[in-house]
């Protein structure tokens, strides 16, 4: 008998129930060390907190209404040192039931059962779909006149409407094991936007490959995107930030390799912020290289950022990559990159982020 094959990634699809904060439940805790075990037995005693101690699992449970988790958890990690409360496992289950197979896949680590108690404004935002994009102009750098392409930026709104920032999303998603999620909702959001606007040049999405399990599976959802809203693949451009990127190189490799396959472009963000450079542009063989803002800035006048962009350029210009300076905000940068052989420049100055419907002129000409 065949098995019917999901056409859609569970991990990163389905999001995690939401902490019913009402009613009681029942708190474990599976300490690391004896030491640790001790100590938290000690502090549940003096403060008078019932609880039931299994020393030979040095597990504590401990009954609380839903309302006093937050606060006692944020009690408990106060009395552990960082990787003891790191090691800790924890689980909290609802009422009285005891602990079966299907809750120990929830069974995480103590700061990220705190991080998970306060994480429902986000479960809920993922689940209304309240995330949505803007995008900045990457202009030509002869003529900033000229748009060569979109980047993406993700923002979230509130029900009011008021905006989220991405690194309020982002901190909370990885604490809170949501990044998944959240990747994939900027991803579809960034593709869906360009097609409502229509935009008629390439659009530039940034991706965490931490985020993605297997790219055959993960990215089916994103590939069917971009196809129904009737864009080319060559003119969607993944970035992978440098400073952000997996420690595993086979996995990024097959990401790579995959995006290539599927005949998307490649563009390796925010070169020069982290330390391995080289190695990742022999890596990654990427299409576009994108100069760090940190690098940009200032340019003209500091020698030793002048040298390591003309080293990244002449390498570059030789194989044949595309390059795009970020965070060009004075006419000295802009005059620096357009005399070095940069093809594209991006920045707050030269043109803002966007929200839609997108203005495609220029704030800043030279």
Known sequence: MSQTVSKSCERCQSLPEKFELEGPGRLFLWLPMGHSYGKLVRQLSDSGREHRALPEDRCVTVRLEGSQLSAFVADILGALTDEESRATRALFVQGDAEPGLRDFPRVGSLPQLFTMTRSGWLVDMLAEKRITSHYQPIVDVEDTRKVYAYEALMRGFEPDGSMVSPYKMLTLARDADLLFQLDLAARLSAVREAARLGLKVPIFINFTPTAIYDPEYCLRSTVAAVKDAGMSPEDVVFEIIESDHT???????????????????????????????????????????????????????????????????????????????????????LRWVRNHGVDFVQGYLIAKPSSPPVSTTPHFTE
């Open 247 to 333: 420690p595993n190189a086979n996995h990024l490799k097959s990401l790579i390799a995959y995006y290539r396959r599927t005949g998307f472009r490649v563009a390796l963000d925010d070169l020069g912020a982290g330390y391995s450079s080289l190695n990742l542009i022999h890596q990654l063989r990427p299409d576009i290289m994108k100069l760090d803002m940190e690098l940009i800035r200032g340019i003209h006048h500091d020698p030793y950022k002048a040298s390591i962009t003309r080293k990244l350029l002449e390498l570059a210009q030789q194989l044949g990559i595309l390059t795009v300076a970020e965070g060009i905000e004075t006419p000295e940068e």
